[in-house]
């Protein structure tokens, strides 16, 4: 394996960007701390997406990341089409993502209705686009999405480990996979309405896929003061959801309203 080792307790300002490396099943690229036995993690804070994974067959252990003005945490995104194979989460501490929390008190102490909840997670710009704090789901602590184009082809996700994570303060999704290739005709987000599996359409010029991620697993993982959805698996077969505690989703969503 090909092992980067960051040191524990240390303060590292910038993104870590994991892509074209030549890691295969028997060596992977690892990403983790040293010395093992330390209690501390090394800090990684940067804006934007603060870890970036786009290629397969990457283990990210034991890292502390945030970024009161990242758009995302730990972000995982193909590079190119086809199945983005062997990615694990594991023992990461993600905190503080496009969530500028300035109160004395704990954010599970504070209820919401006494906040300026734009204060602390407002608007902002991408590529043009004015994102608000409830709206843009893409945002967050621990995101996966297949987003590739109709040009580049379909693109899925297998085999993924995201295992005994702890989410606080992030906006808006705490841990997700969402697909934007598991599209099908009469179906849209939601409003799942029940289609025929063999009935499966593949008509990427019109903007219809349907293509599931595989063996996903979401285990032992804890989340509190999550500004929209907790946990949100999509489109996925052979998949466990299990083991995993949320506390005060949808703190910046709907004010005084808690999932």
């Known amino acids: 394996a090909v092992r980067i080792l960051l040191k524990a307790g240390q303060r590292h300002d910038g993104n870590l960007i994991l892509s074209e490396f030549a890691a295969n099943e028997e060596t992977p690229l690892i990403v983790d701390k040293y010395p093992q036995n330390a209690s501390a993690l090394p800090v990684l804070d940067a804006e934007g997406n603060v870890v970036t994974v786009s290629v397969g067959n990457v283990r990210l252990y034991n890292m502390e990341v945030t ?137 990427p010029e019109k903007g219809i896929g349907y293509y599931v991620h595989k063996r996903i697993v979401f285990k032992g993982n804890y989340m509190d003061c999550v500004g929209g959805d907790g946990m949100v698996l999509s489109s996925a077969e052979d998949s466990f959801v299990e083991n995993n505690v949320c506390y005060r989703a949808n703190y910046l969503g709907r004010t005084g309203y808690w999932n």
């Open 67 to 203: 970024g009161q003005d990242a758009y995302r945490g730990i972000w995982c995104v193909p590079e190119k089409c086809g199945a983005l194979k062997n990615v694990v989460v594991e023992g990461c501490y993600v905190h503080d993502v496009n969530f500028r929390w300035t109160d004395a008190r704990e954010a599970k102490d504070v209820i919401p209705d006494e906040l300026d909840l734009e204060a602390i997670c407002p608007e902002y710009q991408e590529d043009g686009v004015t994102k608000g704090r409830y709206f843009y789901r893409y945002n967050g602590g621990i995101i996966f999405l297949n987003e590739t184009s109709f040009e580049q082809g379909a693109s899925w996700f297998e085999d993924v480990w995201i295992v005994n994570n702890r989410v606080e303060r992030v906006a808006r999704t705490g841990i997700t996979i969402y697909s934007k290739w598991s599209n099908k005709g009469g179906v849209g987000y939601g409003y799942n309405k029940t289609v025929d599996e063999t009935e499966r359409y593949n008509i």
